[in-house]
């Protein structure tokens, strides 16, 4: 687990029991790595999130209104999975930590857990889940090397409140 101090500005909402909690029973293939960004997650849905740049194929415009929150890759050059997690503003911590323990953490969970053929672990795979601007939505998106595998938006069920 790498920690790192969150630009000016934005914070960390998540702690570390929290993870370990999170793969508490976990049990895989591979092994995860887990980093605390110091930025924002960037937009969700034009580029390849390992491709330094690379335009991913197929339209997810609708996407763009999010922010990536949580983010897991798996790489199989490397055999691991690697949870990048995003700080959020300092006005928004309260709600972005009730998301993530509440929805966010078991969505990487399920992803991380469903079962897959061999070829699934050929190239690199890509699951995000960020928020919108207003809190109220959540999208999901995964991506194979630079195609797009799925995508949604999903409205929040349990409105975040005081």
């Known amino acids: 687990m790498r920690r790192t101090k969150a ?3 934005l914070t ?21 790595h887990v980093w ?10 034009v580029y390849n999130p390992g491709g330094g740049g690379v335009r991913i194929k197929g339209s997810s415009s609708e996407l763009l209104g999010f922010r990536v929150l949580l983010s897991i890759s798996y790489s199989a050059a490397l055999n691991r999975s690697t949870l ?7 006005g928004s911590v309260k ?10 953490f078991l969505l ?18 890509y699951f995000q889940v960020g928020l919108n601007e207003s809190l109220s939505q ?12 799925k995508k949604d938006v999903v409205p929040i ?6």
């Open 84 to 90: 990048s997690i995003y700080p959020s503003t300092l």
């Open 108 to 125: 990487i969970r399920e992803w991380l857990q469903l079962s897959r053929p061999e070829t699934w672990f050929e190239g690199n795979r």
């Open 7 to 9: 630009n000016t500005g």
């Open 36 to 45: 605390f960004k110091q930025e924002q997650g960037s937009r969700m849905g």
């Open 157 to 162: 069920k349990i409105p975040i409140t005081d």
């Open 95 to 104: 709600e972005v930590k009730s998301f993530t323990i509440n929805e966010g």
């Open 138 to 149: 959540y999208s999901i998106f995964e991506i194979h090397n630079n195609r797009i595998i």
């Open 12 to 32: 960390h909402y998540v702690r570390s029991k929290w993870i370990k909690e999170l793969f508490k029973n976990y049990s895989s293939r591979q092994e995860v």
